[in-house]
Protein backbone atom coordinates (compact mmCIF):
# COMPACT_ATOMS: atom_id res chain seq x y z
CA UNK A 1 0.00 0.00 0.00
CA UNK A 2 1.10 3.52 -0.99
CA UNK A 3 2.08 6.40 1.46
CA UNK A 4 -1.14 8.20 -0.01
CA UNK A 5 -3.11 5.23 0.09
CA UNK A 6 -3.19 5.47 4.38
CA UNK A 7 -5.76 8.44 4.65
CA UNK A 8 -5.12 10.81 7.66
CA UNK A 9 -7.84 11.05 9.82
CA UNK A 10 -9.39 14.01 11.90
CA UNK A 11 -8.63 14.44 15.19
CA UNK A 12 -10.02 16.91 17.87
CA UNK A 13 -7.35 18.56 19.06
CA UNK A 14 -9.83 19.76 22.09
CA UNK A 15 -9.68 16.17 23.46
CA UNK A 16 -5.92 16.19 23.03
CA UNK A 17 -3.12 15.68 25.91
CA UNK A 18 -2.88 18.95 27.21
CA UNK A 19 1.18 18.29 27.82
CA UNK A 20 4.16 15.98 26.48
CA UNK A 21 4.56 15.16 30.68
CA UNK A 22 0.98 14.54 30.93
CA UNK A 23 0.80 11.53 27.98
CA UNK A 24 4.12 9.84 29.33
CA UNK A 25 2.53 9.61 32.87
CA UNK A 26 -0.80 8.85 31.42
CA UNK A 27 1.05 6.10 29.21
CA UNK A 28 2.64 4.74 31.91
CA UNK A 29 0.32 4.98 33.99
CA UNK A 30 -1.76 2.37 31.75
CA UNK A 31 1.66 0.43 31.79
CA UNK A 32 2.13 0.17 35.47
CA UNK A 33 -0.75 -1.84 37.17
CA UNK A 34 -1.64 -4.40 39.95
CA UNK A 35 0.41 -6.93 38.08
CA UNK A 36 3.87 -4.85 38.45
CA UNK A 37 3.40 -5.41 42.37
CA UNK A 38 2.06 -8.73 42.46
CA UNK A 39 2.86 -10.61 39.26
CA UNK A 40 6.55 -9.48 38.10
CA UNK A 41 8.61 -10.44 41.95
CA UNK A 42 7.45 -13.74 41.70
CA UNK A 43 7.78 -14.73 37.78
CA UNK A 44 11.42 -12.89 38.59
CA UNK A 45 12.01 -15.50 41.99
CA UNK A 46 10.63 -18.51 39.85
CA UNK A 47 12.95 -17.68 36.70
CA UNK A 48 16.27 -17.38 38.00
CA UNK A 49 15.75 -14.16 40.18
CA UNK A 50 18.62 -12.24 38.97
CA UNK A 51 19.44 -13.94 35.91
CA UNK A 52 15.90 -13.95 34.81
CA UNK A 53 16.17 -9.45 35.03
CA UNK A 54 18.81 -10.71 32.29
CA UNK A 55 16.42 -12.35 29.82
CA UNK A 56 13.66 -9.89 30.91
CA UNK A 57 15.81 -7.46 29.31
CA UNK A 58 16.38 -8.98 26.30
CA UNK A 59 12.83 -9.41 25.68
CA UNK A 60 12.12 -6.09 26.70
CA UNK A 61 14.80 -4.42 23.96
CA UNK A 62 14.01 -7.23 21.32
CA UNK A 63 9.75 -7.52 21.95
CA UNK A 64 8.78 -4.93 24.49
CA UNK A 65 9.84 -1.70 23.21
CA UNK A 66 9.52 -2.76 19.01
CA UNK A 67 6.20 -3.32 19.31
CA UNK A 68 5.29 -0.32 21.71
CA UNK A 69 6.88 1.59 19.07
CA UNK A 70 4.48 -0.21 16.40
CA UNK A 71 1.75 0.75 18.66
CA UNK A 72 2.50 4.34 19.31
CA UNK A 73 3.73 5.04 15.93
CA UNK A 74 0.63 3.65 14.22
CA UNK A 75 -1.77 5.74 16.31
CA UNK A 76 0.43 8.75 16.06
CA UNK A 77 0.22 8.23 11.76
CA UNK A 78 -3.13 7.37 11.66
CA UNK A 79 -4.67 9.62 14.15
CA UNK A 80 -6.86 6.90 15.52
CA UNK A 81 -7.93 4.30 17.68
CA UNK A 82 -7.17 0.41 17.21
CA UNK A 83 -10.40 -0.21 14.34
CA UNK A 84 -9.72 2.83 12.47
CA UNK A 85 -5.78 2.71 12.39
CA UNK A 86 -5.21 -0.83 11.28
CA UNK A 87 -8.75 -0.53 8.86
CA UNK A 88 -6.71 2.25 7.48
CA UNK A 89 -3.93 -0.09 6.23
CA UNK A 90 -6.15 -2.44 4.51
CA UNK A 91 -10.20 -2.33 5.27
CA UNK A 92 -10.24 -5.94 6.27
CA UNK A 93 -7.66 -5.06 8.95
CA UNK A 94 -10.35 -3.24 11.12
CA UNK A 95 -11.23 -6.44 12.29
CA UNK A 96 -8.01 -6.90 14.20
CA UNK A 97 -8.46 -3.65 15.47
CA UNK A 98 -11.61 -4.64 17.26
CA UNK A 99 -10.33 -8.03 18.59
CA UNK A 100 -7.43 -5.82 20.38
CA UNK A 101 -9.99 -3.44 22.10
CA UNK A 102 -12.51 -6.50 23.04
CA UNK A 103 -9.51 -8.28 24.68
CA UNK A 104 -9.24 -5.27 26.63
CA UNK A 105 -12.71 -4.82 27.35
CA UNK A 106 -12.83 -8.46 28.70
CA UNK A 107 -10.09 -7.37 30.68
CA UNK A 108 -11.59 -4.17 32.41
CA UNK A 109 -14.85 -6.40 32.74
CA UNK A 110 -13.16 -8.29 35.58
CA UNK A 111 -9.74 -5.68 36.69
CA UNK A 112 -12.52 -3.40 37.77
CA UNK A 113 -14.04 -6.21 40.42
CA UNK A 114 -10.29 -6.08 41.52
CA UNK A 115 -10.34 -2.71 41.78
CA UNK A 116 -13.80 -2.80 43.80
CA UNK A 117 -11.52 -5.82 46.11
CA UNK A 118 -8.83 -3.12 46.94
CA UNK A 119 -11.35 -0.22 47.59
CA UNK A 120 -12.88 -2.87 50.39
CA UNK A 121 -9.49 -3.83 51.64
CA UNK A 122 -9.16 0.09 51.63
CA UNK A 123 -11.75 0.84 54.24
CA UNK A 124 -10.50 -2.93 55.90
CA UNK A 125 -7.43 -0.78 56.38
CA UNK A 126 -8.63 1.47 58.90
CA UNK A 127 -8.93 -1.02 61.84
CA UNK A 128 -7.28 -3.97 60.07
CA UNK A 129 -10.92 -5.59 59.99
CA UNK A 130 -9.12 -8.61 58.73
CA UNK A 131 -7.30 -9.56 62.21
CA UNK A 132 -4.78 -12.30 62.73
CA UNK A 133 -6.24 -14.71 60.11
CA UNK A 134 -5.79 -12.58 57.01
CA UNK A 135 -6.41 -15.95 54.69
CA UNK A 136 -9.55 -16.69 56.70
CA UNK A 137 -10.85 -13.40 56.34
CA UNK A 138 -10.69 -13.15 52.41
CA UNK A 139 -12.32 -16.40 52.23
CA UNK A 140 -15.27 -15.18 53.98
CA UNK A 141 -14.95 -11.81 52.38
CA UNK A 142 -15.10 -13.72 48.75
CA UNK A 143 -17.80 -16.16 50.24
CA UNK A 144 -16.71 -18.65 47.72
CA UNK A 145 -18.92 -21.24 46.60
CA UNK A 146 -18.63 -24.93 45.61
CA UNK A 147 -15.60 -24.83 43.21
CA UNK A 148 -16.66 -27.93 41.80
CA UNK A 149 -20.07 -26.82 40.21
CA UNK A 150 -18.83 -23.12 39.44
CA UNK A 151 -22.03 -22.39 37.25
CA UNK A 152 -24.24 -22.03 40.49
CA UNK A 153 -23.27 -18.52 40.99
CA UNK A 154 -24.78 -18.53 44.51
CA UNK A 155 -25.61 -14.93 45.45
CA UNK A 156 -23.98 -11.18 44.73
CA UNK A 157 -21.81 -10.07 47.56
CA UNK A 158 -22.68 -6.51 48.17
CA UNK A 159 -19.59 -4.80 49.48
CA UNK A 160 -17.85 -5.75 46.06
CA UNK A 161 -21.27 -5.08 43.86
CA UNK A 162 -20.88 -1.32 45.95
CA UNK A 163 -17.13 -1.05 45.33
CA UNK A 164 -17.64 -2.08 41.60
CA UNK A 165 -20.25 0.59 40.64
CA UNK A 166 -18.13 3.15 42.53
CA UNK A 167 -14.89 2.25 41.01
CA UNK A 168 -16.59 2.74 37.55
CA UNK A 169 -18.17 5.93 38.41
CA UNK A 170 -14.34 6.86 39.07
CA UNK A 171 -13.32 5.40 36.02
CA UNK A 172 -15.89 7.20 33.66
CA UNK A 173 -15.25 10.52 35.59
CA UNK A 174 -11.37 9.72 34.95
CA UNK A 175 -11.69 9.90 30.93
CA UNK A 176 -14.77 12.19 30.84
CA UNK A 177 -13.11 14.34 28.57
CA UNK A 178 -11.07 12.02 26.66
CA UNK A 179 -6.97 13.04 27.16
CA UNK A 180 -8.00 16.25 28.41
CA UNK A 181 -9.21 14.23 31.69
CA UNK A 182 -6.66 12.16 31.73
CA UNK A 183 -3.65 14.54 31.77
CA UNK A 184 -4.54 15.98 34.91
CA UNK A 185 -5.94 12.93 36.88
CA UNK A 186 -2.28 11.25 36.14
CA UNK A 187 -0.49 13.65 37.78
CA UNK A 188 -2.28 12.09 41.16
CA UNK A 189 -2.47 8.16 39.90
CA UNK A 190 0.57 7.96 38.81
CA UNK A 191 3.28 9.84 41.36
CA UNK A 192 1.42 9.06 44.36
CA UNK A 193 1.53 5.16 43.86
CA UNK A 194 5.73 5.91 43.30
CA UNK A 195 5.49 7.74 46.40
CA UNK A 196 4.27 5.23 48.35
CA UNK A 197 6.01 2.40 46.88
CA UNK A 198 9.42 4.44 47.90
CA UNK A 199 8.00 4.15 51.41
CA UNK A 200 7.35 0.84 51.56
CA UNK A 201 11.25 0.14 49.76
CA UNK A 202 12.19 2.13 52.81
CA UNK A 203 10.24 0.80 55.37
CA UNK A 204 10.96 -2.94 53.95
CA UNK A 205 14.26 -3.07 53.93
CA UNK A 206 15.03 -1.65 57.80
CA UNK A 207 13.34 -4.37 58.78
CA UNK A 208 14.94 -7.69 59.86
CA UNK A 209 14.72 -11.07 57.54
CA UNK A 210 14.33 -7.96 54.73
CA UNK A 211 17.75 -9.22 53.41
CA UNK A 212 16.97 -12.62 53.44
CA UNK A 213 13.98 -12.06 51.15
CA UNK A 214 15.57 -10.09 48.46
CA UNK A 215 18.14 -12.95 48.20
CA UNK A 216 15.30 -15.23 47.49
CA UNK A 217 14.28 -12.25 44.84
CA UNK A 218 17.42 -11.59 43.42
CA UNK A 219 20.12 -14.13 43.84
CA UNK A 220 21.50 -15.45 40.27
CA UNK A 221 20.47 -19.09 39.15
CA UNK A 222 22.14 -18.52 35.36
CA UNK A 223 21.76 -22.32 34.71
CA UNK A 224 18.12 -21.36 34.28
CA UNK A 225 18.89 -19.33 31.36
CA UNK A 226 19.38 -22.82 29.49
CA UNK A 227 15.30 -23.48 30.38
CA UNK A 228 13.07 -22.42 27.40
CA UNK A 229 10.04 -21.55 29.69
CA UNK A 230 12.40 -18.98 31.57
CA UNK A 231 12.84 -17.18 28.04
CA UNK A 232 9.10 -17.90 27.06
CA UNK A 233 8.21 -16.45 31.22
CA UNK A 234 10.43 -12.77 30.04
CA UNK A 235 8.95 -11.84 26.56
CA UNK A 236 5.58 -12.70 28.46
CA UNK A 237 6.02 -10.67 31.54
CA UNK A 238 6.97 -7.92 29.28
CA UNK A 239 4.18 -8.16 26.71
CA UNK A 240 2.21 -7.71 29.30
CA UNK A 241 3.74 -5.25 31.54
CA UNK A 242 3.52 -2.47 28.75
CA UNK A 243 0.12 -2.98 28.13
CA UNK A 244 0.64 -4.32 24.51
CA UNK A 245 -1.95 -5.93 22.44
CA UNK A 246 -4.86 -3.99 23.91
CA UNK A 247 -5.17 -1.11 21.22
CA UNK A 248 -4.35 1.01 24.16
CA UNK A 249 -0.92 2.05 22.91
CA UNK A 250 -2.52 3.17 19.57
CA UNK A 251 -5.63 4.98 21.34
CA UNK A 252 -3.42 7.23 23.63
CA UNK A 253 -0.71 8.19 20.76
CA UNK A 254 -3.12 9.44 18.15
CA UNK A 255 -4.07 12.17 20.89
CA UNK A 256 -0.37 13.41 20.26
CA UNK A 257 0.55 16.62 18.58
CA UNK A 258 2.01 15.68 15.01
CA UNK A 259 5.48 17.11 15.92
CA UNK A 260 5.95 14.36 19.06
CA UNK A 261 9.20 12.64 19.43
CA UNK A 262 7.83 8.71 19.71
CA UNK A 263 10.57 7.07 20.27
CA UNK A 264 12.27 8.94 23.25
CA UNK A 265 8.71 8.64 24.21
CA UNK A 266 8.73 4.87 23.82
CA UNK A 267 12.19 4.49 25.84
CA UNK A 268 10.95 6.48 28.71
CA UNK A 269 7.78 5.11 28.72
CA UNK A 270 9.31 1.06 28.72
CA UNK A 271 12.33 1.61 31.30
CA UNK A 272 9.75 3.36 33.97
CA UNK A 273 7.87 0.69 33.96
CA UNK A 274 10.88 -1.92 33.95
CA UNK A 275 12.08 -0.05 37.01
CA UNK A 276 8.49 0.32 38.96
CA UNK A 277 8.15 -2.94 38.52
CA UNK A 278 11.67 -4.12 39.63
CA UNK A 279 11.42 -1.49 42.90
CA UNK A 280 7.93 -3.10 43.43
CA UNK A 281 9.72 -6.79 43.63
CA UNK A 282 12.61 -5.20 46.32
CA UNK A 283 9.14 -3.56 48.49
CA UNK A 284 7.51 -7.02 48.22
CA UNK A 285 10.37 -9.28 48.98
CA UNK A 286 11.83 -7.23 52.12
CA UNK A 287 8.39 -7.71 53.54
CA UNK A 288 7.90 -11.52 53.02
CA UNK A 289 11.37 -12.04 54.46
CA UNK A 290 10.32 -9.76 57.29
CA UNK A 291 7.18 -11.88 57.37
CA UNK A 292 8.79 -15.33 57.64
CA UNK A 293 11.11 -13.50 60.56
CA UNK A 294 8.73 -12.73 62.12
CA UNK A 295 6.77 -15.96 61.70
CA UNK A 296 9.01 -18.64 61.23
CA UNK A 297 7.48 -19.46 58.34
CA UNK A 298 9.24 -20.45 54.75
CA UNK A 299 9.71 -17.91 51.74
CA UNK A 300 9.19 -20.79 49.06
CA UNK A 301 5.17 -21.05 51.21
CA UNK A 302 4.66 -17.51 49.53
CA UNK A 303 2.76 -17.11 46.61
CA UNK A 304 1.63 -14.16 43.74
CA UNK A 305 -1.13 -13.27 42.39
CA UNK A 306 -4.20 -11.77 44.46
CA UNK A 307 -3.01 -13.82 47.44
CA UNK A 308 0.05 -11.52 47.79
CA UNK A 309 -2.08 -8.35 47.74
CA UNK A 310 -4.81 -9.62 50.03
CA UNK A 311 -2.99 -12.38 52.53
CA UNK A 312 -0.06 -12.33 51.99
CA UNK A 313 0.59 -8.15 52.93
CA UNK A 314 -2.16 -7.89 55.42
CA UNK A 315 -0.22 -10.61 57.47
CA UNK A 316 2.90 -8.55 57.20
CA UNK A 317 1.09 -5.11 57.78
CA UNK A 318 -0.27 -6.81 61.23
CA UNK A 319 3.71 -7.50 62.03
CA UNK A 320 4.26 -3.93 61.68
CA UNK A 321 5.94 -2.50 64.80
CA UNK A 322 4.30 0.88 64.85
CA UNK A 323 1.24 2.34 62.39
CA UNK A 324 -0.02 -1.09 60.97
CA UNK A 325 -3.26 1.02 60.08
CA UNK A 326 -1.56 3.55 58.22
CA UNK A 327 0.73 1.16 56.20
CA UNK A 328 -2.29 -0.43 55.46
CA UNK A 329 -4.32 2.45 54.09
CA UNK A 330 -1.13 3.18 51.85
CA UNK A 331 -0.20 -0.31 50.60
CA UNK A 332 -4.12 -0.33 49.32
CA UNK A 333 -4.26 3.05 48.47
CA UNK A 334 -1.22 2.09 45.83
CA UNK A 335 -2.96 -0.72 44.61
CA UNK A 336 -6.34 1.66 43.76
CA UNK A 337 -4.08 4.11 42.18
CA UNK A 338 -2.19 1.58 40.11
CA UNK A 339 -5.10 0.06 38.94
CA UNK A 340 -6.99 3.05 37.88
CA UNK A 341 -4.87 4.38 35.07
CA UNK A 342 -4.69 0.68 33.60
CA UNK A 343 -8.98 0.71 34.09
CA UNK A 344 -9.78 3.80 32.63
CA UNK A 345 -6.62 3.43 29.18
CA UNK A 346 -8.58 -0.06 28.52
CA UNK A 347 -11.67 2.11 28.50
CA UNK A 348 -10.70 5.27 26.64
CA UNK A 349 -9.78 2.22 24.06
CA UNK A 350 -13.02 1.18 23.80
CA UNK A 351 -14.63 4.88 23.57
CA UNK A 352 -12.01 6.42 21.08
CA UNK A 353 -12.92 2.64 18.80
CA UNK A 354 -16.63 3.32 18.81
CA UNK A 355 -16.21 7.13 18.32
CA UNK A 356 -14.14 6.66 15.30
CA UNK A 357 -16.67 4.79 13.78
CA UNK A 358 -19.89 5.39 14.75
CA UNK A 359 -18.92 9.28 15.69
CA UNK A 360 -21.46 9.57 18.56
CA UNK A 361 -20.51 11.93 21.61
CA UNK A 362 -17.80 11.08 24.29
CA UNK A 363 -20.44 11.03 26.87
CA UNK A 364 -22.85 8.66 25.72
CA UNK A 365 -19.86 6.42 25.02
CA UNK A 366 -18.18 6.91 27.93
CA UNK A 367 -21.40 6.14 30.00
CA UNK A 368 -22.83 3.45 27.67
CA UNK A 369 -19.89 1.37 27.35
CA UNK A 370 -18.78 1.66 30.88
CA UNK A 371 -22.65 0.57 32.21
CA UNK A 372 -22.55 -2.66 29.68
CA UNK A 373 -18.81 -3.49 30.77
CA UNK A 374 -20.24 -2.99 34.53
CA UNK A 375 -23.07 -5.86 34.13
CA UNK A 376 -20.76 -8.30 32.57
CA UNK A 377 -18.60 -7.75 35.50
CA UNK A 378 -21.44 -8.41 37.85
CA UNK A 379 -20.89 -12.36 37.63
CA UNK A 380 -17.72 -11.77 39.12
CA UNK A 381 -19.00 -10.63 42.15
CA UNK A 382 -20.64 -13.42 42.61
CA UNK A 383 -20.01 -15.93 45.09
CA UNK A 384 -18.35 -18.03 42.10
CA UNK A 385 -17.19 -14.99 40.75
CA UNK A 386 -12.80 -15.96 41.22
CA UNK A 387 -13.53 -19.09 39.71
CA UNK A 388 -14.69 -17.13 36.55
CA UNK A 389 -12.35 -14.66 36.77
CA UNK A 390 -9.45 -17.73 37.00
CA UNK A 391 -10.56 -18.75 33.83
CA UNK A 392 -11.58 -16.26 31.93
CA UNK A 393 -8.16 -13.95 32.74
CA UNK A 394 -6.15 -16.91 32.02
CA UNK A 395 -7.56 -17.50 28.52
CA UNK A 396 -7.70 -13.65 27.53
CA UNK A 397 -4.62 -12.77 28.09
CA UNK A 398 -2.77 -15.95 28.07
CA UNK A 399 -4.26 -16.80 24.36
CA UNK A 400 -6.38 -14.28 22.90
CA UNK A 401 -3.75 -11.72 23.63
CA UNK A 402 -1.13 -13.12 22.68
CA UNK A 403 -3.06 -13.79 19.20
CA UNK A 404 -3.65 -10.01 18.35
CA UNK A 405 0.19 -9.58 19.11
CA UNK A 406 1.37 -12.30 16.53
CA UNK A 407 -1.66 -10.50 14.49
CA UNK A 408 -0.43 -6.93 14.40
CA UNK A 409 3.35 -8.14 13.90
CA UNK A 410 2.60 -9.14 11.18
CA UNK A 411 0.40 -6.85 9.38
CA UNK A 412 2.51 -4.18 9.95
CA UNK A 413 5.59 -6.41 8.68
CA UNK A 414 3.93 -7.70 5.40
CA UNK A 415 0.87 -5.55 4.94
CA UNK A 416 1.92 -2.00 5.62
CA UNK A 417 5.51 -2.73 5.41
CA UNK A 418 7.66 -1.24 8.62
CA UNK A 419 10.06 0.92 7.36
CA UNK A 420 7.35 3.45 6.52
CA UNK A 421 6.31 2.99 9.97
CA UNK A 422 9.65 3.46 10.90
CA UNK A 423 10.05 6.32 8.69
CA UNK A 424 7.40 8.11 9.97
CA UNK A 425 8.67 7.68 13.96
CA UNK A 426 11.92 8.61 12.94
CA UNK A 427 10.48 11.95 11.17
CA UNK A 428 9.82 13.71 14.92
CA UNK A 429 12.17 12.01 16.94
CA UNK A 430 15.55 12.97 17.90
CA UNK A 431 17.17 9.62 18.46
CA UNK A 432 16.18 7.52 15.09
CA UNK A 433 15.35 3.85 15.00
CA UNK A 434 17.41 1.37 12.36
CA UNK A 435 17.07 -0.95 10.05
CA UNK A 436 16.80 -3.20 12.99
CA UNK A 437 13.32 -2.25 14.08
CA UNK A 438 11.97 -4.15 10.53
CA UNK A 439 14.10 -7.23 11.32
CA UNK A 440 12.50 -7.40 14.77
CA UNK A 441 8.88 -6.89 13.80
CA UNK A 442 8.95 -9.59 10.97
CA UNK A 443 10.83 -12.42 12.25
CA UNK A 444 11.92 -12.01 15.97
CA UNK A 445 8.43 -11.16 17.52
CA UNK A 446 6.11 -12.88 15.72
CA UNK A 447 8.19 -16.32 16.27
CA UNK A 448 9.15 -15.35 20.04
CA UNK A 449 5.22 -15.33 20.46
CA UNK A 450 4.40 -18.17 18.16
CA UNK A 451 6.37 -19.94 20.44
CA UNK A 452 4.92 -18.98 23.73
CA UNK A 453 1.34 -19.09 22.74
CA UNK A 454 2.34 -22.87 21.66
CA UNK A 455 3.81 -23.27 24.52
CA UNK A 456 0.86 -22.39 26.46
CA UNK A 457 -1.58 -24.27 24.48
CA UNK A 458 0.02 -27.50 24.60
CA UNK A 459 0.23 -26.91 28.63
CA UNK A 460 -3.34 -26.60 28.76
CA UNK A 461 -4.29 -29.25 26.46
CA UNK A 462 -2.18 -31.70 27.87
CA UNK A 463 -3.04 -31.62 31.63
CA UNK A 464 -4.56 -34.54 33.61
CA UNK A 465 -7.35 -32.65 34.48
CA UNK A 466 -8.83 -29.29 32.96
CA UNK A 467 -7.68 -25.74 33.59
CA UNK A 468 -7.49 -25.40 37.23
CA UNK A 469 -9.54 -27.60 37.89
CA UNK A 470 -12.93 -26.51 37.01
CA UNK A 471 -15.15 -28.27 35.51
CA UNK A 472 -14.60 -28.93 31.90
CA UNK A 473 -17.95 -27.46 30.13
CA UNK A 474 -16.96 -24.05 32.36
CA UNK A 475 -13.60 -24.07 31.05
CA UNK A 476 -15.21 -24.42 27.57
CA UNK A 477 -17.41 -21.31 27.96
CA UNK A 478 -15.49 -19.13 29.95
CA UNK A 479 -12.31 -20.01 28.64
CA UNK A 480 -12.07 -21.96 24.92
CA UNK A 481 -15.55 -20.25 24.16
CA UNK A 482 -13.79 -16.67 24.71
CA UNK A 483 -11.44 -17.74 21.69
CA UNK A 484 -14.29 -18.35 19.42
CA UNK A 485 -16.59 -15.27 20.65
CA UNK A 486 -14.32 -12.79 20.68
CA UNK A 487 -13.21 -13.09 16.80
CA UNK A 488 -16.83 -13.43 15.78
CA UNK A 489 -17.68 -10.06 17.29
CA UNK A 490 -15.22 -8.24 16.31
CA UNK A 491 -16.12 -9.15 12.59
CA UNK A 492 -19.62 -8.69 13.45
CA UNK A 493 -18.17 -4.87 14.33
CA UNK A 494 -16.02 -4.48 11.55
CA UNK A 495 -18.83 -5.03 9.06
CA UNK A 496 -21.38 -3.26 10.86
CA UNK A 497 -22.14 0.25 8.60
CA UNK A 498 -20.05 3.26 10.06
CA UNK A 499 -22.08 6.52 10.98
CA UNK A 500 -20.50 7.54 7.77
CA UNK A 501 -21.42 4.94 5.28
CA UNK A 502 -25.12 4.69 6.65
Same mark, same amino acid.
Given at each position: MSESNMPVMDRDDSHGWSSRTAFVLGAIGSAIGIGNVWRFPFVCYENGGGAFLLAYLIALFTAGIPLLLLEMGLGHKTLSGPPRAYGSIKKPLEWLGWLAVLVGFVLVCYYAVIMSWCANYFVFSFDLKWGDDPAGFFNKFLNKS?? %? #? !? $? &? *?? &?IIPGILIGLVVM =? !? =? /?VLSIWKGAKTVSKVVYVTVILPWLILIIFV?????LPGAMDGLAFYLTPDFSKLLEPKVWIAAY???FFSLSLGFGIMIAYASFLPKKSDIVNNVFIIALADSATAFVGGIAVFSG?? $???HQTGSSIDQISGGPGLAFVTYPAIINQFPFAPQLFGILFFLMLLTLAIDSAFSLLETVVTGVMDKWHISRATANIGIAFIAMLCGIVFTTQAGLYWL? !? /?? #? $? #? %? #?FVLIIVGILEAIAIAYVLGPKKLREHVNLTSDFKIGVWWDWIIRIVVPVVLIIGLGWAMYITINEDKPYGGYQSSAVFV?? =?G *? *??ILPVVALILTVLKSKKQS
Open positions: DP %T #N !I $F &S *LG &S =W !I =W /VIRGVTGQVIG $FLCD !I /VD #N $F #N %T #NGG =W *L *LI
